[in-house]
Structure formats: structure tokens, C-alpha cells
């Protein structure tokens, strides 16, 4: 069972694919991660990210392994724990060019792909272009979606004394990045089921999305 939930940032996609996984078994995968590992490699080595030449020489270089327990997912880079580096505000700022380098897309996609092939049990993977690029033939697509507003006060409760209308503004800016991108770009596949997060709670969206998975299961 390979479940695709893709979105932009703050629709709640990590919080519920961790624990639609948990709840039901599953592997689990966090897509951005890797995006974020690469970026802050590219940033610890001095790569230069205004040439996307620079990027693409060097995207085959760190080794990223991701763990796949949603109780506890890990992350490292050329052995290195970077489950914290990576969520700074650096490396934040910097994912959308490393990311919309060809290059890197094609060797994480080919990364999270045997992820997914070797999952035994099944596996949940989050990020922006599961469902329509890196999985095409996902047995269950998803597709969350919230108001700016709402993704903006979500966010800014995670960063904590972050600013809810800067907050929203990066949002935005990010969305259009991911969006515009010639490679793989932030996209609803024709398939997928929209989730609309704005007036739920995290709990209702993994209630949602179990259900949705059950079914599918069921071959409902």
C-alpha cells in the first residue's frame, strides 16, 4: 500500500502522514527532508546556489538516508544527524533553489522511489510532487490544502514569536516558486482526493485520511 499526500507548507502533512503511518502500520517518508538534507549540504560545503551549474555537479555527492519509522524518522547526511540543521532558517530559505535544480530532483525522486519499493509493510510519503511525478501509480493520492491564513497562524505556532503576516508572505512566495518550477512542480494529481485542512483540526484530517486509506484497502 503506497500512499501519496502532497501540499503546500502548513496544510498539516507531516503531523498526519506520521500518524495515519503510525496508526496503521505503515512506513513513513518525509520528502522535504531530503530536499532540505541536500540543501544544507550544498550550504555546509560551500556550493554556490546562485549557479544551479554548481548545484548540479554536485547533487550526486552527500550520501542521504532516511529512516522510515514514524514514531521516530531519522535523517542523516554522509552519516552526519541532521534532523535539526535542516529545519533552520538557512537552509529554509534556500530549499526552493536547490530543489528546482533538474539534477537534484532526479536523484532524490530516484532516492524516495526504492524507499518506497522496499517498504514491506506499505509506506506514506509526504512532500509536493508524489502523486504526479516521483509515484504516478500510488494506490491512494492525497492532496491537502488550507487558506494561506490558516497554513501562516499554523507555521507561526510552530516557530515560535514568528510574525503570522511574514509568515504567510514566505508562504506565499514558496507556493509560486514550487508551483512555477519547470521540474516537477507543486501540482494536484488528476486522481487525487483534495483535502481541505482550513476548518479542521489535525485530528479530523487523520481521521479523514485513515478512513480514506481504509477504503482503498477494502477496495471501496
Not at 44 to 50: A, F, M, R, V, W
Not at 169 to 185: C, G, N, Q, V, Y
Amino acid at each position: 500500500m503506497i500512499v501519496a499526500i502532497d501540499g503546500p507548507s502548513g496544510t498539516g502533512k507531516s503531523s498526519t502522514s506520521k500518524a495515519v503511518a503510525a496508526q496503521l502500520g505503515l512506513s513513513y517518508l518525509d520528502t522535504g527532508a531530503q530536499y532540505r538534507a541536500i540543501t544544507w549540504w550544498m550550504v555546509h560545503n560551500g556550493i554556490d546556489l546562485g549557479d544551479p551549474g554548481a548545484i548540479a555537479a554536485a547533487a550526486g555527492k552527500p550520501e542521504i538516508l532516511s529512516g522510515t519509522d514514524p514514531a521516530a524518522p531519522t535523517i542523516t547526511v554522509d552519516g552526519t544527524d541532521v534532523a535539526g540543521p535542516i529545519r533552520t532558517q538557512e537552509v529554509t530559505s534556500k530549499v526552493s533553489a536547490v530543489s528546482a535544480v533538474p539534477e537534484v530532483r532526479t536523484r532524490i525522486t530516484e532516492l524516495q522511489r526504492s524507499i518506497a519499493r522496499s517498504a514491506e509493510t506499505g509506506i506514506v510519503v509526504e512532500g509536493r510532487d508524489i502523486g504526479t511525478t516521483v509515484l504516478p501509480d500510488a494506490d491512494l493520492k492525497i492532496f491537502l490544502t488550507a487558506s494561506a491564513e490558516a497554513r501562516a497562524a499554523r507555521r507561526s505556532g510552530e516557530l515560535k514569536g514568528a510574525d503570522v503576516n511574514a509568515t504567510r508572505e514566505a508562504l506565499i512566495r514558496r507556493d509560486a516558486a514550487d508551483s512555477s518550477r519547470k521540474t516537477s512542480p507543486l501540482a494536484k494529481a488528476a486522481d487525487a482526493v483534495e483535502v481541505d485542512t482550513t476548518e479542521l483540526t489535525l485530528q479530523q484530517v487523520i481521521e479523514c485520511v485513515v478512513t480514506l486509506v481504509e477504503e482503498k484497502r477494502a477496495g471501496k
